[in-house]
């Protein structure tokens, strides 16, 4: 309720200003926050409260700090922490989906080594689709989704004028000069600009560690039969029957006192 409070306070400040676009940031997160209940409801598992809790603050912290309040730019290790937690969070979510899924089977069971392979994947596939995300909408848009990077060293064989694919290597660039077709000009001091390729690596890279870091969690939490771990706060879990039943009790008898036919 907090969150919701803030994004609508935000909301309002940034339809003052008239700045829709951040308002229309404000509407998707209004959305986002209210995601972890529609899945509880819908497909009847529970959240542990710990894991929605870090969902809803990576949301929070993703969109209304990082994008409207511009943490981004003011801190530029916030993309990294938030891609690191979101590797951890989808691995938790991985291992969750496939841990549910063969519960009921008779015919196989999974092995914790193999449950934590499937969540490390699960978690670098999402990371991998949100690059592609990231890369089309700057081709289509140029929105520099994949923030620039200034680099004072590279390594071209499109420089090579030999044509023998030999890398040409260039040292302490001091700056770049681009020009364009109708005479405008833009210098980049310090060096040469990279357009996301470094950005896009080192995402996948801390994304890599968040997800390794829960499949080892999650494999010693299966491997010791559920003892006590952080896992257990993390992992999603079907409701019972029992709990199923009175969830729809409840509902039943909220519409009956509503005098809903």
């Known amino acids: 309720f907090v969150l919701r409070f803030l994004v609508i306070v ?9 700045n829709y676009e951040n308002v229309f940031l404000c509407v998707l997160t209004l959305v986002l926050l209210v995601a972890p209940s529609f899945v509880q409801v819908t497909f009847k598992v529970e959240l542990p409260t710990t894991l929605e809790i870090i969902i809803l603050v990576f949301i929070f912290a993703a969109e209304i700090l990082g994008e409207i309040s511009e943490f981004y730019l003011m801190f530029p290790f916030w993309d990294t922490v938030l891609h ?3 590797g951890f969070l989808a691995a938790a979510i991985g291992f969750s989906l496939f841990n549910i899924l063969n519960r009921g ?3 196989m069971q999974l092995s914790p080594f193999y449950l934590a392979i499937v969540a490390f994947c699960f978690s670098m ?12 909408f700057d081709q289509v848009f140029l929105l520099d989704m994949q923030k620039d990077f200034i680099v004072s060293n590279i390594g071209s064989v499109t420089l090579d004028e030999s044509k023998t694919q030999t890398p040409v290597r260039i040292y302490d660039i001091t700056k770049t000069i681009i020009e364009t077709k ?13 357009i996301g390729i470094i950005d896009t690596m080192k995402d996948l890279m801390v994304n890599f560690v968040g997800a ?6 999650g494999y010693s939490y299966e491997a010791k039969h559920k003892a006590k771990s952080l896992a257990k706060d993390l992992l999603i879990e079907p409701l019972t029957e029992d709990a199923i039943k009175e969830y729809d009790d409840d509902i039943e008898k909220s519409v009956n ?5």
Request: charged share 20%; net charge negative; no cysteine.
């Open 10 to 18: 935000m909301m309002v400040l940034q339809l003052l200003n008239r």
């Open 84 to 86: 690191t937690l979101n």
């Open 105 to 107: 089977s008779k015919s």
């Open 125 to 136: 596939t999402v990371g991998v689709i949100w690059e592609f995300i990231e890369f089309t």
């Open 182 to 194: 109708n005479g405008d000009t833009y210098v980049v001091d310090g060096g040469y600009l990279d």
């Open 212 to 217: 390794l870091v829960f499949s080892v969690i």
């Open 257 to 261: 006192s509503k005098g809903i036919r």
